[in-house]
């Protein structure tokens, strides 16, 4: 079943095609990974998804709803969560308590029981009580993911999850990823190819605003277009 679907996504930024026409379908339950060099348009394209930034040309269907035109936080209510490659925890507030908004926010009946919950399925839930601009930058990308599921979202979308994570700490980001399929389904812009040929299982490739190719891993692997503009970059 597809969740979402995007047709003729346009964005563009005077005269640059940020995203420049994107079409996209995204099935229901997987891990499905967004790759493409710096500049390619994944941010700007996850940004039009979740309704952070106006779309001005092509729409957006989401659980066989029309969302091209819906605020931010209409989408939010509709099951898309998002974390952003710039952190954007509450750095003053405890850890516990930037998870209980989203959990509140939910509507849940269990507060503290639900902020635990999230907690520990990143593997946080020992650090509940410190201030949360004073964790480890890993930790607070870490948070950020807490923040996302504790919406218990239909869609979850990763914008460079492990960027800053220690070696020690992207298999516990993998299996986390793995353990909230299939009721959550991840959208994943991500940088390291262990990561995505790990956890994807459809890949799509950005290039210049435009869709490069998509496919299965090993597909995506063997494509001389992508290996000549990605993956023989040295990315991989
Ligand atoms: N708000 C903006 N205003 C102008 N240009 C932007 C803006 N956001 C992104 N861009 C440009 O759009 C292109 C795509 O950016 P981005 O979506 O961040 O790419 P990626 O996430 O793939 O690295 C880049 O050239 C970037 O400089
Ligand atoms: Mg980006």
């Known amino acids: 079943m597809t969740l979402l679907s995007a047709r003729g996504l346009t964005r563009h930024f005077g005269g640059l095609r940020a995203v420049d026409g994107v079409d996209f379908d995204l099935e229901s339950g997987r891990i499905h990974a967004l790759i493409g060099p710096n500049g390619a348009g994944k941010t700007t394209f996850v940004s039009l998804l979740c309704g952070r930034i106006p779309v001005q040309s092509g729409s957006i269907t989401f659980a066989g709803q029309d969302i091209t035109r819906l605020p931010a936080h209409e989408r939010v209510a509709r099951g898309i969560a998002y974390t952003f490659q710039i952190t954007s925890i509450y750095a003053n507030l405890s850890v516990f308590d930037n998870v209980a908004l989203p959990v509140q926010r939910r ?18 839930a020992g650090l509940a009580g410190q201030t949360a601009g004073t964790l480890a930058y890993g930790h607070q990308r870490l948070l950020e993911i807490a923040m996302g599921l504790a919406l218990s979202p239909r869609l979850l979308i990763l914008d460079e999850p492990t960027q800053g994570l220690a070696l020690s700490e992207i ?43 998509s496919g299965s891993p090993a597909a995506i692997r063997a494509n001389p277009a992508v290996q000549a503009a990605y993956l023989g970059g040295g990315h991989a």
Request: aromatic share 4%; no cysteine.
């Open 107 to 124: 509507g849940s009946r269990t507060l503290a029981a639900d902020t635990m919950a999230a907690l520990d399925r990143v593997g946080l």
């Open 171 to 213: 298999d516990g980001f993998k299996a986390l990823v793995r353990s909230v399929i299939p009721e959550t389904t991840v959208l994943l812009i991500e940088h390291n190819m262990d990561v995505v040929m790990d956890l994807a299982e459809t890949i799509t490739v950005l290039n210049f605003g435009q869709t490069l190719a």
